[in-house]
């Protein structure tokens, strides 16, 4: 799978990256102000595991070696789940996100999976805009609910 975004002259390719991503991934999350978990379910090691148990696909731009964009897909056999959508700052509002989020719809379709969605913090306006402006609809009616070692009800 292979997508492409142009900025100025320079052609850019979405592409899947690997465990050996992990610090310029994290450092993008962070450059990006995304909220992440390094030492749980965000750490190498969980990454990792997920990455080889076929759970999750990272796609990626770089441009001249410096990653810019990433997004994080996943399913569970019959919904796809669009997260940790990141772009660097001085990317943003170009159609970088807009890119990424259809190479995760891409990947996701070519898994046979057709309902998708994105779990969004509230407060993350632009995010939530994006992706209305990508035709996903709020679905107010859905609570998130979750439970997690050593979190009390």
Known sequence: ????WRRRTIEIGISPLAIEDYDALVSLWQRAGLKFKPQGRDSREALSRQLRQGRVTLLGVEEEGRLIGVVMVSHDGR???????????????QGLGARLIAAAEEELHGQGVEVLAALIEGEN?????LFQKEGYLLAREIFYLSKRPGEEA
């Open 79 to 93: 919904k796809g789940w669009i997260n940790r959508l990141a772009v660097e700052p001085e990317y943003r509002r």
């Open 1 to 4: 799978m292979r997508a492409v």
């Open 125 to 129: 306006e632009s995010s939530l805009n």
